[in-house]
């Protein structure tokens, strides 16, 4: 491989290994949050000891389903890690085809030898564009951490002495941490499948470059039972953050209208005040 091969091609490892840590980052919850969120799943509550906010902690919504759904948000990080831990094994195997990693990779996909030509792409317009929306995403929602503190769960929960929480990004967009989350998630995803990648060059997902590997490699790849397992993981991983986003969208109207519920003429302020959910000016 040539030097500028090499140094494209260590340049979207380390890309997409800083991608894989913000998404880490972002999809764990603050130790406070984390265990609130812990306590209330576990069906424990805490009563509120002021008068004024005399509701104790709660989780909206069936606890079953909220339990999955933290579950899958836990799981996440580590499968991004996994793809990333899986491309960057297979940068080094085309880089240095007689290294442990390349023999590590012919286990993998049977194959006779790793594709030299299968990460030997630069990065590309779309894949750093895709790298700063991660980046954007992730100071979002680390943002939105240190902003709302104690309240900042990654499930529906209503706290004892509640506060609307209007400073920091909330001041911008009233569902900020959502914005970050589609951004850090949507990047991630759009790196993980980007063309020069393992996935697309292996076949998980289709390449348009098949015609150039060698045939013995490009059938080995198909033919990996790993191959196919890693597939299949990263099509629910596509699918589950495809969902998650639609889900999101509609938990914000019920956070909205639970919001209303208890802060009343507060929350009607806040709203024409701060009328867009997610980004400013359009929606």
Same mark, same amino acid.
């Given at each position: 491989m040539?030097? +500028?091969?090499?140094?494209?091609?260590?340049?979207?490892?380390?890309?997409?290994?800083?991608?894989?840590?913000?998404?880490?980052?972002?999809?764990?919850?603050?130790? $406070?949050?984390?265990?609130?969120?812990?306590?209330?799943?576990?069906g424990q509550e805490e009563k509120a000891s002021d008068a004024r906010n005399s509701c104790p902690d709660q989780i909206h919504g069936p606890r079953l389903l909220n339990q999955i759904g933290m579950a899958?948000?836990?799981?996440?990080?580590?499968?991004?890690?996994?793809?990333? @831990?899986?491309?960057?094994?297979?940068?080094?195997?085309?880089? &240095?085809?007689?290294?442990p990693a390349a023999s590590a990779v012919v286990r993998m996909f049977n194959a006779s030898a790793p594709a030299t030509t299968v990460l030997a792409s630069p990065v590309?317009?779309?894949?750093f564009a895709a790298f700063v929306a991660?980046?954007? +995403?992730?100071?979002?929602?680390?943002?939105? &951490?240190? %902003? $709302?503190?104690?309240?900042? %769960? &990654?499930t529906h929960t209503t706290l004892s002495e509640h506060q609307l929480v209007k400073d920091g990004p909330y001041s911008i967009v009233r569902h900020a941490s959502y914005s970050g989350e589609v951004l850090v998630r949507g990047g991630t995803i759009l790196m993980l499948l980007a063309p020069g990648g393992w996935a697309y060059e292996f076949g998980v997902i289709g390449s348009r470059y098949a015609n150039t590997l060698s045939k013995?490699?490009?059938?080995?790849?198909? +033919?990996?039972?790993? @191959?196919?397992?890693?597939?299949?993981?990263?099509?629910?991983?596509?699918?589950?953050?495809?969902?998650?986003?639609?889900?999101?969208?509609?938990?914000?109207?019920?956070e909205d209208a639970t919001l209303k519920e208890k802060f009343g003429a507060?929350?009607?302020?806040?709203?024409?005040?701060?009328?867009?959910?997610?980004?400013?000016?359009i929606v």
């Amino acid at each position: 491989m040539v030097s +500028g091969q090499l140094s494209g091609s260590l340049c979207r490892g380390l890309l997409l290994a800083s991608a894989a840590l913000a998404h880490h980052i972002s999809s764990t919850p603050p130790n $406070l949050a984390d265990k609130t969120s812990a306590r209330l799943l576990s069906g424990q509550e805490e009563k509120a000891s002021d008068a004024r906010n005399s509701c104790p902690d709660q989780i909206h919504g069936p606890r079953l389903l909220n339990q999955i759904g933290m579950a899958l948000v836990r799981i996440s990080p580590y499968t991004v890690w996994f793809f990333t @831990a899986l491309e960057l094994i297979v940068r080094i195997a085309s880089a &240095f085809p007689s290294s442990p990693a390349a023999s590590a990779v012919v286990r993998m996909f049977n194959a006779s030898a790793p594709a030299t030509t299968v990460l030997a792409s630069p990065v590309t317009t779309v894949y750093f564009a895709a790298f700063v929306a991660v980046y954007i +995403g992730y100071r979002i929602r680390t943002s939105c &951490f240190a %902003t $709302l503190g104690r309240h900042f %769960t &990654f499930t529906h929960t209503t706290l004892s002495e509640h506060q609307l929480v209007k400073d920091g990004p909330y001041s911008i967009v009233r569902h900020a941490s959502y914005s970050g989350e589609v951004l850090v998630r949507g990047g991630t995803i759009l790196m993980l499948l980007a063309p020069g990648g393992w996935a697309y060059e292996f076949g998980v997902i289709g390449s348009r470059y098949a015609n150039t590997l060698s045939k013995t490699v490009v059938d080995a790849a198909f +033919g990996s039972p790993f @191959a196919r397992l890693a597939g299949w993981v990263l099509v629910f991983h596509v699918c589950w953050a495809t969902f998650n986003t639609s889900f999101l969208i509609w938990r914000s109207s019920i956070e909205d209208a639970t919001l209303k519920e208890k802060f009343g003429a507060e929350w009607e302020a806040y709203r024409k005040q701060v009328p867009c959910k997610f980004i400013p000016y359009i929606v």
